[in-house]
């Protein structure tokens, strides 16, 4: 029986290694395409946790079939199962492994911060007024490398302003294989900046102005969405994002420039002004959404 047992443990310990492994492997492709050089890490880390969970509910569930199984009471037994309170090896056996299951965890997230420090994408936050320049306490080093954007997101709304070119717009266009340093701030309340292309979101404060830097490496057309609660149209706060090739990008600015300033059409405001279908109000408080913004079209 002992023989049979320590057979089957290992078959079973087998099988959870290959089958954590394998959905390891699968949630990869769970994820958006990638299009951003901090989306690796973020990957690789997903997919560490999932392998991880795996392995904890495939041998939680293998030790209740196992019970189930071979340790079923008898139809007339009415006795109490043997008391285990006390026991120092279940104690320490439920204490640590759950501590080391957590250790790895936060010191294999700490390698991928740590790697998303190196890549440059971790945010630096400016204490300044909204209307004080985006790039007033910069390093003048940082300056020369990379395309620099603002971008101002308020109820419920973005838009994207290119100071080099004099360019606002709705849509946000990035070179591809470049390093962006986007400069965000938010006209009202906290909004999200969030592509899941990018794999990469960052809160955007009141009377803040936080650098966000990332590098897009696959070029097509993604969604820019608010991760935060912003209030009723929040839904509605979308924006589509380019990433061009250098040829692509730099016609595109281009021919906005030329453009002339006119203000944006807004999902939002449409919507709130759309009359009620229902006869009955609830009177509740709605905040209007804000004036949209003025983009070159």
Not at 63 to 78: E, Q
Not at 80 to 95: C, F, H, M, Q, V
């Amino acid at each position: 029986m002992r023989t049979f047992n320590t057979l089957l443990l290992a078959i079973w310990v087998g099988v959870i290694i290959l089958a954590s492994h394998a959905m390891g492997q699968q949630a990869y492709s769970w994820l958006p395409i990638a299009a951003a050089a901090e989306a690796e890490p973020v990957g690789h880390l997903f997919s560490f946790l999932v392998t991880l969970g795996t392995i904890v509910f495939l041998g939680v569930m293998g030790v209740l079939v196992y019970s189930i199984l071979f340790y079923r009471v008898g139809n007339n037994d009415k006795s109490d199962a043997p008391a285990i309170r006390g026991n120092w090896k279940l104690e320490i056996t439920w204490t640590v492994i759950p501590i080391l299951l957590v250790t790895w965890i936060a010191s294999y997230s700490y390698t991928i911060y740590q790697r998303m420090n190196t890549l440059g994408s971790l945010p630096l936050a400016h204490l300044h007024v909204l209307e004080a320049p985006a790039y007033a306490e910069t390093d003048n080093s940082k300056m020369q490398s990379g395309e620099h954007i603002e971008v101002i997101a308020k109820q419920w709304s973005w838009s994207f302003r290119y100071p080099n070119r004099n360019v606002t717009s709705t849509e946000l266009h990035l070179p591809v294989n470049q390093p962006v340093h986007l400069m965000l701030q938010s006209e009202d309340v906290l909004h999200g900046f969030y592509v899941p292309n990018f794999r990469i979101k960052q809160d955007i404060i009141p009377n803040q102005t936080i650098e966000f830097k990332f590098t897009p490496n696959r070029i097509g057309q993604y969604q820019l969405h608010d991760s935060q609660f912003s209030g009723t149209y929040f839904a509605l706060m979308e924006a589509s994002v380019y990433v061009d090739s250098p040829e692509q990008y730099s016609e595109w600015l281009a021919q906005a420039a030329t453009r002339s300033p006119a203000p944006a059409a807004n999902p939002a405001t449409s919507e709130h002004t759309q009359p009620s279908a229902i006869p009955l109000r609830s009177h509740w408080h709605t905040v209007p959404p804000a004036q949209p913004p003025v983009v070159n079209k």
